[in-house]
């Protein structure tokens, strides 16, 4: 179901160190806002958490379903011509939001949208389509294509990430993160802990769900919230703790024990 036919594009690996940016790409939209460091650098959220912020099981398709055994995942039926979305449980209005959306690549067929969508976004729609970014209550981004979709039967879609030529894909891997800051009021995704740039801009003021839509039959997709930021200034502990680490960096964290510290304090630096 929504079979793919491959195409003779050069790969793009987003981990090449030598792929310079063009000259317009070079502003902050392609640099890592230092909270988003800050929430990656910090444990992730409990399982009772991730379960409150996963899939809607009330907010569905009725071609998809959430899994008794793993509530993270949903599954979708084998229906013919059919595209299938679902929201999250909890619509986001302020703070920094990080999410990690697991879809193998072989499951992802013709059409594969991961994004954001207002409480009124359809949910089903006849046909193989990008059925999230269709109209103007949710904003996605295409896997497969490297496109993004607002509005889309009115609006052109855009290439992301956004340095990419004309003759080059980006294969987006199993396993990504979606990076919803709704202080900023902008969307950006994440691979393999290189941040991709802003897709989307505008977005504060709503209330914005998680949400994919897919074609393929029996795919299951996971979405395992990671952490959270309130807009209010961090502690001076908590930004003391952050250079601490970025000090030591990620290779070295396992060093903190061995610190001239105070116990509670190294216990502190380590989340403990």
Known sequence: MGQRVAVGLKTVDVRDPYRPLRHEQQGLDYCKPARLDMLLDMPP??????????WNNDDRSLNVFVKEDDKLIFHRHP?????????????YTRGLHVWEITWAMRQRGTHA???????????????YTAL???????????LGRNKLYYDGKNQ???????????????????AFLVVLDMDEGTL????????????????KGKKLY????????????RLRYINGLEPEPLPLMDLCRRSVRVALSKDRLNEIQSLPLPASLKSYLAYQ
């Open 45 to 54: 959220v409990s399982c009772e958490v991730q379960l409150s912020n996963s």
């Open 79 to 91: 229906v013919a011509q059919s595209t299938d979305g679902i929201r999250g449980k909890v619509g």
């Open 113 to 127: 949208v991961v994004g954001v969508a207002t409480g009124d976004s359809p949910l089903h729609s006849v046909g």
């Open 132 to 142: 999230v970014g269709s109209n103007c209550e949710s904003w996605g981004w295409d």
């Open 156 to 174: 052109p879609s855009q290439t992301y990430p956004a340095y990419l030529e004309p003759h080059e894909t980006f294969i987006v891997p199993d």
């Open 188 to 203: 950006s995704y994440m691979v393999d802990g290189h941040y991709l740039g802003i897709a989307y801009r505008g977005l």
């Open 210 to 221: 998680p949400i994919v839509s897919a074609v393929w039959g029996h795919c299951e997709i």
